[in-house]
């Protein structure tokens, strides 16, 4: 038997986790026994007294939720492990958390032993939510983003692990696009996989159809899909190359350097795991602690009471190693992936196919053999030029400093002490936000551009169409205190964003609407189709008992956008794009100045990736202000004229003639995250200008929406709304 040196020292400190993962393989996760300090100190003496270790040993703590059993326990752990340690004999540690314990003492820790931080977390918080929830079902997103804030405030590196489930395989650009906003710089995700405990993964047809799923896709749909999940994010990821995903990452450098793999996995003596009472095991990980009915249960021994060479010499080590090196060889013989993998994860043959002599698996194909073809696809298109060239925004991570805005004349009396007016972001229309809310998801710029129509694209726009410039950053701290309020104290002066239920993007995706887009490119209207109005009946119905009182829609559609236009709103009698406006929907029709009264509009993201909308955070009232502040006795009457108007677009050129620096806000929105927007009395539009997919949002526009008396109380402080 063929034993490479021991390099990976897997502890298990206690089996209890905070949280209750849907996925997790673990039995015994609400056990708080932790490992005793005799235990560790035997392991590491008789580990450092064998012939199995080498010049160096990674030491990851692992299987529960590490910093359950506190900081001075591993205070004293490190210190114990240090002073067996021969002198020739580098030690690493590494911890893999789902962030929820994380605060300065854990961060003082880490950065005092250089301990390797990787935190668990699963994208965005509509998709992490689903799976990963306290033992109360709460979800752990919001904590999990505090913890990676800490770390990066304290400037100490981490990585992220998420897991792939068939819900995640819809939402690449939500999913990818979440790292990036957070500044995470290592990425690694396995896929839902078949272990322990789990027995049915939402990744293969016969898990879909246990939870539920009324379309049930085969094995082969499955994967198909997870490869155009797999190629999608690898050209993401060519646009962010400061990001490391890490199994793109070694799939490139296996292909370029190296002759084959050795599985660690299915290596014996590689990889050593002990758990909480000293019992020893090793190959995969996931065996630690599992029982089975043709080998009793993966222990080959215990360290109190056996040395490593007894244990790893003994008749189930042998059968066990012995299993699974038939198992290498059968893949050897019959898989042409075979130099990529060694062989496969044990565990994952035997909780699949029941045995550790088999061969293929879902996550060897889904993991290794998609994988590898996407990887050599992808890199074939950027050899022959196919691919297509990195346009998008690089996202800031620098806090900008406050910047004033300078509103040129336009040839009007603007002149200050023979200087131009300055302007800062006004504090008028006000940004709340009931989600989980960052600053990276908001963004300003220098103020609005008229789009010449004649053109390429352009001809898709109205002529004299109003676009945001492009220079997007960060907004300041003090931009941010002006734009963003703690509580919803107006419908008509408030951009309102919240979360609503998942079902709400899946149902309409099952129902089969996302097909409508073939029917109309940009707009559908609710009288095309009686399957729509089945699912709008569900929509109402929800918003109605979790958000509003009793309402009657004057205008309902959906808006299929392409992407890579400046613009989502569209006008179907001219054919074009409208860019930045106002609406002019409401009833009974009213001057400019007095659009307060009007209705709202609530819209959902049901796309499949982040949807981007944009707003000048002034009402129209404050805008006429603003323009008949700074003018002659003469602009003033023809403003007069312009207010009295019921049609808003001639005043809205004319304010931004005055104003064209006046900046504009730009906000990221999750798949099923929504908003509620005065449309009728702020410049607004959609922005898919950087994404990739089609955008995809539910429009609902209302003259009596009224919130909830429970919503009144939590996000108005009980104030009328």
């Given at each position: 038997m063929d034993i490479l040196p021991l390099n990976l020292l897997i502890i298990q400190p206690t089996a209890f986790c905070n949280i209750q993962c849907d996925y997790c393989y673990l039995p015994n996760r609400s056990s708080t026994k932790r490992i005793s300090y005799q235990i560790i100190e035997t392991l590491f003496e008789k580990v450092f007294r064998s012939k199995f270790w080498a010049d160096g040993i990674s030491v990851v703590w692992h299987a529960g939720e590490p910093l359950v059993v506190g900081v001075d326990f591993y205070e004293d752990a490190f210190t114990l492990i240090d002073r067996l340690r021969p002198g020739n004999c580098e030690i690493s540690h590494s911890i893999q958390s789902n962030g929820i314990l994380l605060d300065e003492a854990w961060c003082n820790l880490i950065a005092k032993y250089n301990v390797k931080i990787g935190l668990s977390v699963d994208g965005?918080?509509?998709?992490?939510?689903?799976?990963?929830?306290?033992?109360?079902?709460?979800?752990?997103?919001?904590?999990?983003?505090?913890?990676?804030?800490?770390?990066e405030k304290r400037g100490i590196p981490f990585h992220t692990i998420s897991v792939i489930t068939r819900r995640t395989l819809r939402y690449p650009e939500a999913f990818f696009m979440f790292f990036v906003r957070h500044g995470v710089k290592s990425i690694g995700f396995n896929i839902e996989e078949i272990e322990g405990v789990h027995q049915l993964s939402s990744l293969t047809s016969t898990g879909l159809a246990h939870v539920g799923f009324n379309k049930t896709p085969t094995n082969k749909e499955v994967e198909e899909e997870y490869r155009s999940f797999l190629s999608r994010l690898f050209r993401l990821a060519r646009q962010y190359p400061d990001i490391r995903v890490r199994e793109f990452h070694n799939a490139v450098g296996f292909l370029l350097h190296s002759d084959g793999v050795v599985s660690s996995d299915a290596t014996p003596v590689r990889q050593v795991q002990v758990d909480v009472d000293g019992n020893v095991s090793c190959f995969s990980p996931e065996l630690l602690g599992m029982k089975s009915d043709q080998y009793g249960n993966f222990h080959f021994g215990n360290i109190l009471c056996d040395d490593l060479e007894q244990i790893f010499s003994n008749q189930k080590f042998l059968r066990v190693n012995n299993d699974i090196a038939s198992g290498v060889e059968a893949c050897r013989e019959s898989c042409e992936y075979f130099f990529l993998c060694g062989g496969g994860s044990p565990s994952n043959k035997y909780y699949e196919n029941g045995t550790f002599n088999s061969t293929e698996t879902m996550h060897c194909r889904l993991t290794k053999q998609v994988?590898?073809?996407?990887?050599?696809?992808?890199?074939?298109?950027?050899?022959?030029?196919?691919?297509?060239?990195?346009?998008?925004?690089?996202?800031?991570?620098?806090?900008?400093?406050?910047?004033?805005?300078?509103?040129?004349s336009c040839q009007r009396a603007l002149v200050e002490k023979g200087g131009k007016k300055l302007v800062e972001l006004q504090s008028d229309v006000g940004l709340f936000s009931t989600c989980e809310w960052d600053s990276a998801r908001i963004q300003?710029?220098?103020?609005?551009?008229?789009?010449?129509?004649?053109?390429?694209?352009?001809?898709?726009?109205?002529?004299?169409?109003?676009?945001?410039?492009?220079?997007?950053?960060?907004?300041?701290?003090?931009?941010?205190?002006?734009?963003?309020?703690?509580?919803?104290?107006?419908?008509?002066?408030?951009?309102?964003?919240?979360?609503?239920?998942?079902?709400?993007?899946?149902?309409?995706?099952?129902?089969g609407l996302d097909a409508l887009k073939v029917v109309s490119k940009q707009h559908y209207n609710k009288c095309f189709d009686t399957v729509f109005m089945d699912y709008w009946r569900e929509v109402h119905q929800y918003l109605q008992e979790s958000f509003f009182v009793s309402f009657n829609p004057c205008s309902l559609a959906v808006n299929f956008t392409e992407p890579g236009k400046e613009s989502s709103s569209y006008s179907s009698d001219q054919?074009?794009?409208?860019?930045?406006?106002?609406?002019?929907?409401?009833?009974?029709?009213?001057?400019?100045?007095?659009?307060?009264?009007?209705?709202?509009?609530?819209?959902?993201?049901?796309?499949?990736?982040?949807?981007?909308?944009?707003?000048?955070?002034?009402?129209?009232?404050?805008?006429?202000?603003?323009?008949?502040?700074?003018?002659?006795?003469?602009?003033i009457a023809r403003v007069g004229q312009l207010v009295k108007e019921k049609n808003a677009s001639r005043f809205v050129a004319f304010f931004i003639e005055c104003f064209p620096n006046y900046p504009v806000i730009r906000i990221s929105l999750d798949p099923g995250e929504g908003y509620i927007m005065p449309v009728n009395n702020i410049l607004h539009n959609g922005y898919p200008l950087d994404k990739s997919v089609v955008d995809v949002n539910l429009q609902i526009s209302a003259h009596d929406f009224q919130l909830r008396a429970e919503i009144v109380k939590l996000w108005c402080g009980g104030m009328d709304a």
């Open positions: 965005p918080a509509f998709l992490n939510d689903t799976y990963r929830k306290t033992r109360n079902g709460i979800g752990t997103h919001a904590a999990v983003v505090n913890a990676m804030k800490l770390l994988l590898l073809d996407v990887v050599v696809d992808e890199l074939e298109r950027v050899k022959e030029g196919s691919a297509a060239p990195v346009e998008s925004f690089q996202l800031s991570r620098k806090e900008p400093t406050h910047v004033t805005i300078t509103a040129p300003i710029n220098s103020g609005i551009k008229i789009i010449d129509p004649g053109g390429g694209d352009k001809g898709d726009y109205r002529s004299g169409v109003f676009h945001p410039k492009v220079d997007w950053r960060r907004l300041s701290s003090e931009e941010l205190a002006s734009l963003l309020v703690p509580r919803l104290s107006s419908l008509n002066r408030t951009v309102c964003i919240f979360r609503v239920s998942s079902f709400i993007v899946e149902r309409f995706y099952e129902f054919g074009k794009y409208i860019g930045l406006h106002i609406d002019n929907w409401g009833e009974p029709k009213v001057r400019v100045d007095q659009r307060d009264i009007q209705g709202v509009r609530v819209g959902l993201n049901i796309g499949q990736e982040t949807r981007d909308v944009v707003f000048v955070n002034l009402s129209a009232q404050r805008m006429v202000e603003m323009t008949k502040h700074h003018l002659t006795p003469r602009e």
